[in-house]
């Protein structure tokens, strides 16, 4: 796992305050257009240098929410089964990813991470509501909270699947998945998935 280090020079992004993720990429400038997301994808601006932090966020229920967002897509990675407890290939996974959208689009991944998450949360979902042998689905509006875990999740396996019997890598898969959400394409596996659950929700209103 030597593949793991941040950058070839060590005093670049970490000097003072300029803290980088993978000493590249800062969130200071990252702009966050939903209002209501705001406070749970905050630690975007967070600064640290990887986006490992010891499981420190599992303590307390709702605690990862302050959790760093880079970090909660690394976290998504770690799925399912043979992937489980292997956060260095999460984190390798993600810093090349992050290469590969700054190359494609120019802009700062932590900018298309954000944007990705704000279209991929579903607004609005439909619940079970009933006892007994009634049972009827109703629709309900989605906290934000469960918006940027249902979006992690989405991209996460949009990814995955993607990149299962495919010549291309789960980095470029996962660059895909995170260019075409933040363009809020039709291409993209979780506006697909957040359209739908979406759709269904309004047919139970």
């Not at 619940?127 to 689905?137: C, M, N, P, S």
Request: charged share 25%; glycine share 6%.
């Amino acid at each position: 796992m030597t593949d793991i280090a941040i950058t070839d020079d060590p005093t670049l992004g970490q000097t003072g305050t300029d803290i980088r993720v993978f000493g590249k990429w800062t969130g200071a400038e990252v702009q966050i257009s939903d209002m209501s997301l705001e406070d749970y994808i905050l630690g975007a601006k967070q600064p640290k240098f990887l986006p490992h932090s010891a499981g420190r966020y599992q303590v307390k229920r709702f605690r990862k929410a302050s959790c760093p967002i880079v970090e909660r897509l690394v976290c998504s990675l770690m799925f399912h089964g043979r992937n489980n407890g292997k956060k260095l290939m999460a984190v390798r996974i993600v810093r090349h990813t992050f290469e590969i959208i700054h190359l494609l689009s120019g802009e700062n991944p932590l900018q298309v991470l954000v944007n990705a998450i704000i279209n991929s949360g579903p607004r609005e979902d439909s619940t079970r509501i009933g006892r007994q042998g009634t049972v009827r689905r109703q629709a309900v509006d989605v906290s934000p909270l469960r918006r940027v875990n249902q979006a992690l999740y989405l991209i996460c396996t949009g990814a995955r699947d993607s990149a299962f019997k495919s010549v291309k890598t789960i980095a470029e898969c996962l660059a895909d998945e995170l260019i075409n959400a933040a363009k809020g394409s039709s291409t993209s596996f979780a506006i697909k998935r957040k359209d739908e659950l979406e759709r269904v929700a309004k047919s139970n209103r």
